[in-house]
T-cell receptor
Framework: ETGVTQSPTHLIKTRGQQVTLRCSSQ?????VSWYQQALGQGPQFIFQ???????GRGNFPPRFSGLQFPNYSSELNVNALELDDSALYLC???????????FGPGTRLTVL | AQRVTQPEKLLSVFKGAPVELKCNYS??????LFWYVQYSRQRLQLLLR??SRESIKGFTADLNKGETSFHLKKPFAQEEDSAMYYC???????????FGKGTTLSVSS
């Protein structure tokens, strides 16, 4: 059984650019949640996708958007990057939207 | 407001000593409570879920609804327990996990 994978591992962007982060869910999981973890903080919920539909959103602006594909993999897109977007972005998958979430290793985004 | 508070940023104990990592929460309703752990250079992983009432790696946690706490305990700490520990909750809808800021546990010999 393959666990949650994320790509890329690290990414450096400049302010104003756009970025796409990718997540492959664990085999059989239909729910993907995205979190932002700033340095020294716990993860903060961005949004969740269940069977390709958005199923909850945290307190993040619309320039944070997402997508889930028929194979349940997912993308997180961030437009108009700001310096404060520098963080570790975590993806978690679960069997359904009420089950234990299993985390990927994260993508470290640095915005200069 | 929904919130998880972990009052200790760092907890240092000696091997064999008891450990208690504190977690308090604020939630209007009946949340599910979790402890996640992150060992050095590893991903965040589930340690305990309160509804399963399991003991994992010698750790236990009891949900105290009166005190809105979910403290993590282990009677005898081991060096391999050194890690970052996060307390988290989710609502009955089971969507977002709300995390505390985490406590670093350092166990030395």
């Amino acid at each position: 059984e393959t666990g949650v994978t994320q790509s890329p591992t690290h990414l450096i962007k400049t302010r104003g650019q756009q970025v796409t982060l990718r997540c492959s869910s664990q085999s059989g999981h239909n729910t993907v949640s995205w979190y932002q973890q700033a340095l020294g903080q716990g993860p903060q919920f961005i949004f969740q996708y269940y069977r390709e539909e958005e199923n909850g959103r945290g307190n993040f602006p619309p320039r944070f958007s997402g997508l889930q594909f028929p194979n349940y993999s997912s993308e997180l897109n961030v437009n108009a990057l700001e310096l404060d977007d520098s963080a570790l972005y975590l993806c978690a998958s679960s069997l359904d939207n009420r089950d234990t979430q299993y985390f990927g290793p994260g993508t470290r985004l640095t915005v200069l | 407001a929904q919130r998880v508070t972990q009052p200790e940023k760092l907890l240092s104990v000696f091997k064999g000593a008891p450990v208690e990592l504190k977690c308090n929460y604020s939630y209007s309703g009946s949340p599910e409570l979790f402890w996640y752990v992150q060992y050095s250079r590893q991903r965040l992983q589930l340690l305990l879920r309160h509804i399963s009432r399991e003991s994992i790696k010698g750790f236990t946690a009891d949900l105290n609804k009166g005190e809105t706490s979910f403290h993590l305990k282990k009677p005898f700490a081991q060096e391999e327990d050194s890690a970052m520990y996060y307390c988290a909750l989710s609502g009955q809808a089971g969507t977002a996990l709300i995390f505390g800021k985490g406590t670093t546990l350092s166990v030395s010999s």
